[in-house]
């Protein structure tokens, strides 16, 4: 199943769309389905509040998890994760024109279109990456 089959399949189970994206792209991240659920949980709906789009916060994490920034003093792994961080919401921008879940609402995209999009641009950003 591909990673956007599978967070289609997520967010149709009754997840939201951070938790759609991060978890679907397990292949990569290689964290436990219920540890990645309840920390993705709370930011659906923009952090429950209409600001960044849950399934770009999702893709952000699933990043992070593959190059993660743990070492304050690992100045090459802060760089490299701000770096993938910027070219995740610079694309997703480039696509929809906002990377906030309300103004995405209002512009009528749906969202299982963009968690497809959010769970396939993740996986496209940790395969360039490797």
Do not use: W
């Not at 429950?48 to 999702?58: F, Q, S, Y």
């Not at 990043?63 to 994760?81: E, M």
């Not at 997703?92 to 906002?98: A, I, M």
């Amino acid at each position: 199943m591909s990673v956007k089959q599978e967070a289609t399949r997520l967010h149709e189970s009754g997840h939201n769309c951070a938790q759609s994206v991060f978890c679907a792209n397990r292949e990569y991240t290689g964290i436990d389905d219920n540890i990645a659920l309840a920390v993705s949980g709370g930011f659906g709906g923009g952090v429950r509040c209409g600001e960044i789009c849950g399934a770009l916060t999702g893709a952000v994490m699933a990043i992070g998890a593959v190059y993660p920034f743990n070492d304050c003093k690992d100045q090459q792994s802060k760089d490299k994760i701000a770096a993938l961080a910027v070219e995740c919401t610079g694309k997703f921008r480039e696509k929809y024109g906002c990377v906030r879940c309300e103004e995405l609402k209002a512009a009528q995209f749906s969202c299982p279109e963009i968690i497809e999009y959010g769970a396939e641009l993740a996986e496209q950003i940790i395969n360039d990456n490797k």
